[in-house]
């Protein structure tokens, strides 16, 4: 049956994507050969395609949300418009109302206002989503354009993509690259997941931010599991996040040492565990992963 | 009395798509007569909320009932609103619209008690 | 003036330079936290809060006794927010934008508006005296955005002569949103192909706000030369390196500051903040 794992964070910067990169290489080894579909739904900062080095098979542009356009020949310059907009988006210059394109949130609110019906509003190209074929599987992935609202869209589109392709080939395992924070780019990568990974780091504001994600996933029902990444750095905190995990039901699955390793095979365009799988960051992704696949294969 | 089923096709053959928010497209069927229509569903692209409109959608094609795979909450509270009855298709088997009336007119499938998922954005 | 501080990238080490500049600021100093769905700043920088504000959206309420369902409000919301089914007008909170749409072209006068809170805004002083505020988003809810929109808004308690803003990661609208009205950009990145590649997308932003922008290359030393190599292109200046050290990356678990761990820091930050100022004020000369 098909399942779905997501690795987020929280925090930015703790190491999501070397571990999903490193994830996929080593099902890529293992049981799960060719029955991994990958996706990056951090489409704001889209990065595992650099260590995955995916050939593109496809190009999409992506229809974002729309934006209000004035047409100057018939606006009668009333103001109108800016007295109903909430996002400071029109302004007056030079006699003329202008929409400011990256204030504007596509509510519309101008067009219904205008007496003489000069506003209309246009789909804007936010992006580019793509279809690949890496060396560890299929890659779904996409860029927004940068300011561009992270409504989500573009994150559900990438993930059901996806979805689809491994319904359709008959593969076990969506593999999904996750953004930090809390909010809908994050709940939407998260929906509909079996299983999330939460790469954690044992500071204080990785802590913090832990444990935001954690409520959201709980919010969400989506069950966890927590790891610890450059665990050496602080092993008292390392010890501090498993004990709080444990009286919280939530299982940690592992602690991967800070190893310059991983920066190394980053340069190198590679997952850390196909770079030098005997570094110490690598034998500890690779215990994680154990784990994990265990959790995924439990039955429900 | 009209029934809807989310598909992935165009026509009652066409094979059924257990997503509702997101289905590709919604078969109005005639379940005493069999007479049928397909309708491209306007929700697959929206941001949020397609729960919402395609309910919205369903309740406009005229229909007392949909049958899906899982609703999730605001297509619950939308589709309950409208008093169209949620039924379910559940289990992974391939089949088709037409196999999922059948089921329907024999009275195998169950009604939705509630959101049957968390939503998906 | 203001300075945001901003990264592409998450953990490259905004909240670090940030808290270190507001740091070395003075007396007239105001850091704002802006990556309102996981604020780290108050970490470090240890405000006693006490001053706190409730924020969200203005969510829409039918008056049913007035309700016809005619569904104009649902035909005018673009979020598929509000929605007529049947004899019910149903709202969803998680989809409102708060436009006001609905509320005013409804031909009943049915709808009013409520607050419908999705965060906090907090404030108050440092153990340094500094003025500091942020706000936290609820878990649960989606948009970043109008959290941060109220939290520019909240009036400081001082009038400062400087604000160091301390933005979200990512190149999307909670970004835009906080980096909008800024004197200055500070970039902070890891020379790795993971922190070019974002840097790149924040640069974007920077480019189209029209805001003057300076790099800050932290973790120098753990990757290659790339990211020196596109600034040069670019004609961005980097205004300081911090090598990769293992006791401020051990301090900053502990929630010691970087100014705590090594205070041998102190002089380059100020010499930061100083070379700052000193494009702020050219770019701004008559």
Redesign the interface.
């Known amino acids: 049956m098909m399942k779905q794992l997501i690795v987020l964070?929280?925090?930015?910067?703790?190491g999501k994507?070397s571990v999903t990169a490193a994830f996929a290489h080593l099902a890529a080894g293992g049981r799960l050969a060719g029955q991994v579909v990958i996706a990056d739904a951090d489409v704001?900062?889209?990065?595992l395609e650099?260590?995955l080095q995916p050939q593109v098979l496809e190009t999409q542009p992506f229809q974002g949300g729309?934006v209000a356009v004035i047409d100057q020949d018939t606006c009668l310059v009333c103001g109108g418009c800016a007295d109903?907009c909430?996002?400071d988006a029109i302004i007056e210059r030079d006699g003329q109302y202008l929409v400011d394109p990256?204030?504007c949130?596509?509510?519309?609110?101008c067009v219904?206002?205008c007496p003489t019906e000069s506003i209309h509003m246009e789909p804007q190209v936010a992006g580019k989503s793509y279809v690949s074929e890496s060396r560890y599987g299929p890659l779904y992935h996409a860029n927004?354009?940068?300011?561009?609202?992270?409504s989500?869209k573009l994150v559900t589109l990438v993930k059901q993509r996806a979805r689809l392709r491994a319904l359709d080939d008959d593969r076990q395992l969506v593999l999904v690259d996750g953004?930090?924070?809390?909010?809908?780019?994050v709940?939407a990568a998260a929906s509909g997941a079996d299983l999330a990974l939460i790469v954690a780091?044992?500071?204080?504001?990785?802590v913090?931010?832990m444990q935001?994600?954690l409520?959201?996933l709980r919010?969400?029902g989506v069950p966890a599991l927590v790891c610890i990444n450059?665990a050496d750095?602080?092993p008292e905190?390392a010890a501090a996040i498993e004990t709080s995990c444990r009286a919280d039901g939530v299982a940690t699955v592992g602690r991967i040492p800070?190893d310059?390793t991983v920066?190394?095979a980053?340069?190198a365009?590679e997952a850390v565990t196909a770079f030098r799988p005997e570094a110490p960051a690598s034998l500890a992704i690779a215990a994680v992963w154990e784990r994990v696949l265990a959790s995924l294969e439990a039955p429900t | 009395m009209k029934l809807v089923i989310s598909i992935a096709g165009d026509n009652l053959q066409s094979p059924f798509d257990a997503r509702f928010g997101r289905a590709a497209a919604f078969c109005l069927v005639d379940s005493d007569t069999g007479a049928w229509t397909a309708h491209a569903n306007p929700?697959l692209e929206?941001?949020?909320?397609?729960g919402?409109?395609a309910?919205?959608f369903v309740?406009g094609l005229g229909a007392r009932a949909v049958v899906s795979g899982a609703y999730g909450p605001?297509a619950y509270?939308?589709?309950s609103?409208?008093?169209i009855a949620m039924h379910l298709a559940p289990g992974n088997a391939p089949r088709t619209a037409a196999d999922v009336l059948a089921q329907f007119q024999a009275g195998e499938l169950s009604q939705a008690q509630a959101a049957t998922q968390e939503g998906r954005h | 003036m203001r300075i945001v501080v901003a990264s592409?990238?998450?953990?490259?080490g905004k909240?670090t330079v940030a808290t270190s500049l507001a740091l070395v600021g003075g007396e007239s100093v105001r850091c704002l936290d802006c990556d309102v769905?996981?604020p780290?700043a108050a970490?470090f920088l240890h405000p006693v809060l006490d001053r706190r504000q409730e924020v969200g959206i203005p969510l829409p309420r039918v008056d049913t006794a007035l309700c016809t369902h005619c569904g104009k409000c649902?035909e005018?919301c673009?979020?598929?927010?509000i929605?007529?089914?049947?004899q019910?007008t149903?709202v969803?909170p998680?989809?409102c934008?708060?436009?006001?749409?609905c509320t005013?072209?409804c031909p009943e006068g049915a709808i009013t508006e409520h607050l419908h809170v999705t965060g906090v805004l907090e404030g108050g002083i440092t153990a340094d005296g500094l003025e500091f505020a942020r706000g936290l988003?609820h878990?649960?809810?989606?948009?970043?955005v109008p959290v941060i929109r109220e939290l520019k808004r909240w009036p400081p308690l001082r009038r400062p002569a400087l604000e160091i803003w301390d933005a979200?990661?990512?190149?999307?609208?909670?970004?835009?949103e906080t980096l909008?009205g800024a004197d200055f950009a500070l970039l902070v990145t890891e020379p790795?192909?993971?922190g070019l590649?974002?840097l790149k997308?924040?640069v974007?932003?920077a480019r189209?706000?029209k805001i003057p922008a300076g790099v800050v290359v932290n973790r120098d030393g753990?990757?290659?030369q790339a990211v020196d190599a596109y600034c040069a292109d670019q004609g961005l200046p980097i205004l300081l390196r911090i090598p990769m050290e293992?006791r401020i990356?051990?301090g900053?678990?502990?929630?010691r500051s970087l100014l705590e761990t090594a205070p041998d820091y102190r002089p380059a930050f100020q010499a930061l903040l100083a070379a700052i100022q000193d494009r702020v004020n050219a770019e701004y000369a008559p």
């Open positions: 964070s929280g925090k930015g910067g703790t994507t704001d900062a889209a990065n650099l260590v729309q109903v909430r996002f990256i204030a949130d596509g509510c519309a609110a219904y206002q927004l354009d940068p300011g561009q609202e992270n989500g953004p930090p924070g809390i909010g809908c780019p709940i780091e044992p500071t204080a504001a990785g913090h931010d935001r994600v409520g959201t919010h969400f450059k750095i602080y905190g800070f310059a920066a190394t980053m340069v365009g | 929700a929206a941001a949020g909320g397609a919402v409109q309910a919205q309740a605001k509270a939308s589709l609103a409208a008093g | 592409g990238k998450g953990g490259t909240t769905e996981a780290n970490l649902a005018v673009q979020y598929h927010a929605a007529v089914l049947g019910t149903l969803f998680e989809l934008h708060g436009c006001g749409s005013r072209l988003m878990v649960g809810e989606p948009m970043a979200p990661p990512g190149a999307s609208c909670p970004v835009v909008r790795t192909p993971f590649h974002d997308q924040v974007g932003i189209e706000l753990i990757g290659d293992r990356a051990e900053l678990a502990r929630g």
